[in-house]
């Protein structure tokens, strides 16, 4: 069966193409229109459809619009109800209308779309399918599913067996962890449903003072659920203008949320393993993204196994309603491969890209040993290779790479990208080295945990070693990531250091790099002195020479 998932109705739209059980191709739309998150997640936005990466995952398998057997559309405006607090609530009723008319709004996108192929997959049963059944041994074990915001819910907890998953509890708005942290973000000068990761970074700044506050307006229920009562956060800290510099209380109110958090996280776990005595919990969400209360969730909960959707926002629902449709349909899904599901160039196309731009390059014998001598020379490289990657982080593809033993490369990465200075950034290593310099949940190849650095390598790697001597990691297996391995070995040889600083390809506010275009273009406007794009290498000092 060939099945297009499609997400559209709040942020992050993307597409993704699920082709008889074994996912072909999957993308943010805002790697193509360099919209950051696609678009604001207000109703007013809900009939667009992400139709340049729907386009792009059917090219990707040589199909029209016409050789699709079912749309699956992440959101079922039959399941909403008017009124219920914690929706928009003066247009709620146009996003509902949109999320009505989508069939008719994808077919004029795609044309040659039958819009009577359209499935509405309740946004939650998307999410938990973008787990569940991506997970390796894909359909069995529980799911815990927690955001902003779906059709009246905020939370699924349920349980997959033989691909079929059973709800167990369903969490009613206007109770939501996903808009309550959402809520903090906008109170701490933040761009809410896009910067909620600036407040997790935040909160290792500051001490819980507010923690019995937090404790006593938000709490578990005991039947799986949780409630969230509206909260005063200027009686708390004082509203933060974005720009604005950061107080003690501010850093003091973001620690006491996080904690708070990743109690009730544990809490509704504990709840739901309880239930079923499974042993493998998959986690998706826009919650799901908090590295540090998957951490203490996979470390302190009752589960021998944690696995988390790498695309865990609301990008992966597209990835999960296409899953969830296909196995309804009796396909056998496979396994998630990775997250390296976008587009790529072969060698040729990188070369036309470079001719055009009429910038100097070279094409060296041996491109990871290259690389490693610019990082051991403290150089910054950008890394464009292979596919580029489905969700938020970046993982070897489309990534930023520097020495980690220098502390200043901190403040030096963050000023190229245009960041604050508080947020940290992330090592990768190789797998088999990761235990003897990280403690935490392992394997990690999604950088969805953070891990604590073991005392004798901090000094060794400050550069990657956030305030509260944690990291957030990506261990790197050579047959996934072949040339990634070559350079951690080249690097390690040269430096004795097994680790590499690691973070998206990007400046801030605009999306990750995709497509060559951008990553020349960032080349050019950003301090980076070697750009390894696919077998070939750029030199800022030869470009800039000229």
Same mark, same amino acid.
């Given at each position: 069966?060939?099945?297009?998932?499609? /997400?559209?109705?709040?942020?992050? !739209?993307?597409?993704?193409?699920?082709?008889?059980?074994?996912?072909?191709?999957?993308?943010?739309?805002?790697?193509?229109?360099?919209?950051?998150?696609?678009?604001?997640?207000?109703?007013?936005?809900?009939?667009?459809?992400?139709?340049?990466?729907?386009? @792009?995952?059917?090219?990707? +398998?040589?199909?029209?619009?016409?050789?699709?057997?079912?749309?699956?559309?992440?959101?079922?405006? &039959?399941?909403?109800?008017?009124?219920?607090?914690?929706?928009?609530?003066?247009?709620?009723?146009?996003?509902?209308?949109?999320?009505?008319?989508?069939?008719?709004?994808?077919?004029?996108?795609?044309?040659?779309?039958?819009?009577?192929?359209?499935?509405?997959?309740?946004?939650?049963?998307?999410?938990?399918?973008?787990?569940?059944?991506?997970? !390796?041994?894909?359909?069995?074990?529980?799911?815990?599913?927690?955001?902003?915001?779906?059709?009246?819910?905020?939370?699924?907890?349920?349980?997959?067996?033989?691909?079929?998953?059973?709800?167990?509890?369903?969490?009613?708005?206007?109770?939501?962890?996903?808009?309550?942290?959402?809520?903090?973000?906008?109170?701490?000068?933040?761009?809410?449903?896009?910067?909620?990761?600036?407040?997790?970074?935040?909160?290792?700044?500051?001490?819980?003072?507010?923690?019995?506050?937090?404790?006593?307006?938000?709490?578990?229920?005991? %039947?799986?659920?949780?409630?969230?009562?509206?909260?005063?956060?200027?009686?708390?800290?004082?509203?933060?203008?974005?720009?604005?510099?950061?107080?003690?209380?501010?850093?003091?109110?973001?620690?006491?949320?996080?904690?708070?958090?990743?109690?009730?996280?544990?809490?509704?776990?504990? @709840?739901?393993?309880?239930?079923?005595?499974?042993?493998?919990?998959?986690?998706?969400?826009?919650?799901?993204? /908090?590295?540090?209360? *998957?951490?203490?969730?996979?470390?302190?909960?009752?589960?021998?196994?944690?696995?988390?959707?790498?695309?865990?926002?609301?990008?992966?629902?597209?990835?999960?309603?296409?899953?969830?449709?296909?196995?309804?349909?009796?396909?056998?899904?496979?396994?998630?491969?990775?997250?390296?599901?976008?587009?790529? @160039?072969?060698?040729?196309?990188?070369?036309?890209?470079?001719?055009?731009?009429?910038?100097?390059?070279?094409?060296?014998?041996?491109?990871?040993?290259?690389? $490693?001598?610019?990082?051991?020379? %403290?150089?910054?490289? +950008?890394?464009?290779?292979? =596919?580029?990657?489905?969700?938020?982080?970046?993982?070897?593809? &489309?990534?930023?790479? $520097?020495?980690?033993?220098?502390?200043? /490369?901190?403040?030096?990465? *963050?000023?190229?990208?245009?960041?604050?200075?508080?947020?940290?950034?992330?090592?990768?290593?190789?797998?088999?080295?990761?235990?003897?310099?990280?403690?935490?949940?392992?394997?990690?190849?999604?950088?969805?945990?953070?891990?604590?650095?073991?005392?004798?390598?901090?000094?060794?790697?400050?550069?990657?070693?956030?305030?509260?001597?944690? +990291? =957030?990691?990506?261990?790197?297996?050579?047959?996934?990531?072949?040339?990634?391995?070559?350079?951690?070995?080249?690097?390690?040889?040269?430096?004795?250091?097994?680790?590499?600083? /690691?973070?998206?390809? *990007?400046?801030?506010?605009?999306?990750?790099? %995709?497509?060559?275009?951008?990553?020349?273009?960032?080349?050019?406007?950003?301090?980076?002195?070697?750009?390894?794009?696919?077998?070939?290498?750029?030199?800022?000092?030869?470009?800039?020479?000229?």
């Amino acid at each position: 069966m060939r099945v297009l998932g499609v /997400n559209a109705i709040f942020h992050d !739209p993307s597409a993704a193409l699920v082709v008889d059980g074994r996912i072909v191709a999957a993308a943010e739309e805002e790697r193509f229109s360099r919209r950051k998150h696609g678009k604001r997640p207000v109703p007013f936005s809900a009939w667009e459809p992400p139709e340049k990466a729907a386009r @792009w995952c059917l090219r990707e +398998a040589g199909l029209e619009p016409g050789d699709l057997d079912a749309v699956a559309y992440s959101y079922d405006p &039959r399941l909403v109800e008017q009124g219920v607090r914690g929706h928009d609530d003066q247009w709620e009723h146009l996003r509902t209308l949109y999320a009505q008319r989508a069939p008719f709004f994808l077919a004029a996108a795609l044309p040659g779309l039958d819009p009577g192929i359209v499935r509405f997959v309740p946004h939650h049963v998307a999410h938990a399918a973008s787990a569940a059944l991506a997970a !390796p041994d894909p359909g069995e074990g529980d799911v815990l599913v927690l955001d902003g915001r779906g059709e009246i819910h905020s939370h699924l907890a349920g349980t997959y067996r033989g691909g079929h998953l059973s709800p167990l509890h369903a969490q009613r708005l206007p109770h939501s962890l996903g808009l309550m942290y959402e809520e903090l973000t906008d109170h701490l000068g933040f761009l809410r449903s896009s910067d909620e990761y600036k407040v997790m970074a935040l909160a290792s700044y500051g001490e819980p003072r507010f923690l019995d506050e937090m404790r006593e307006h938000v709490r578990a229920t005991g %039947d799986g659920g949780f409630a969230v009562d509206r909260i005063d956060w200027g009686a708390l800290a004082k509203a933060r203008a974005p720009g604005d510099e950061w107080t003690e209380d501010h850093a003091a109110l973001a620690a006491s949320v996080q904690i708070r958090l990743e109690e009730v996280l544990c809490d509704l776990a504990g @709840w739901l393993h309880r239930r079923t005595g499974s042993r493998r919990l998959t986690l998706a969400g826009g919650v799901a993204l /908090n590295c540090v209360a *998957n951490s203490r969730l996979a470390e302190t909960g009752p589960y021998e196994e944690v696995w988390v959707q790498p695309a865990a926002g609301d990008a992966g629902t597209a990835l999960g309603a296409a899953l969830h449709v296909a196995q309804r349909a009796g396909d056998r899904i496979e396994p998630m491969p990775g997250a390296a599901l976008g587009r790529q @160039w072969d060698e040729p196309e990188l070369a036309a890209w470079l001719d055009t731009a009429r910038i100097p390059y070279e094409r060296p014998d041996d491109l990871a040993a290259t690389v $490693a001598d610019a990082l051991a020379r %403290d150089q910054i490289v +950008a890394w464009f290779q292979g =596919r580029s990657e489905f969700g938020p982080r970046a993982l070897g593809h &489309r990534s930023l790479l $520097a020495h980690p033993g220098h502390a200043e /490369n901190v403040e030096r990465l *963050n000023a190229v990208k245009g960041r604050e200075q508080f947020r940290p950034i992330a090592p990768m290593v190789a797998v088999e080295d990761a235990a003897g310099i990280f403690e935490g949940p392992l394997p990690s190849p999604y950088m969805l945990f953070v891990h604590r650095v073991r005392p004798e390598w901090r000094d060794r790697i400050p550069a990657v070693v956030h305030v509260d001597g944690t +990291a =957030r990691i990506q261990t790197v297996a050579r047959a996934d990531e072949p040339l990634v391995a070559d350079l951690l070995r080249a690097f390690r040889a040269r430096t004795g250091l097994p680790v590499l600083v /690691n973070t998206s390809l *990007n400046t801030a506010g605009r999306p990750m790099v %995709d497509d060559p275009r951008d990553a020349l273009e960032c080349f050019g406007s950003a301090p980076v002195d070697l750009l390894a794009i696919g077998p070939f290498v750029v030199r800022r000092r030869e470009v800039f020479a000229r």
